[in-house]
């Protein structure tokens, strides 16, 4: 599996940084470091006016924040990879 978290100035701006540490915390704690490619991308044209742009192989969500993050995880990540 690969996410590409977006990096560009607006979801910089929106938190992505607290997105890359929560995510690499997640992979960490699950063991799925083997599992995940984890990667930063520019800019995918999908701004929101809250929260990160957030890419799991070809899907991509937005609006992802540090307090929707878990629930983020839980139904695009791990009920993926399981």
């Known amino acids: ?18 997105i890359v540490k929560l995510m690499e915390e997640a992979i960490a704690e699950n063991k799925l470091e083997n599992e995940i490619t984890l990667a930063g991308s520019f800019c995918t044209g ?11 192989d070809d899907n991509i969500y937005t609006g992802i924040t540090k ?7 839980n139904e695009h990540i791990l009920n993926n990879i399981k």
């Not at 307090?67 to 995880?73: G, V």
Request: include cysteine.
């Open 46 to 56: 999908r701004c929101n006016r809250m929260g990160v742009t957030v890419q799991v």
């Open 67 to 73: 307090e929707t993050f878990k629930d983020f995880f």
């Open 1 to 18: 599996m690969i996410v590409q978290i977006c990096i560009g100035s607006s979801c910089h701006i929106k938190g992505s940084y607290d």
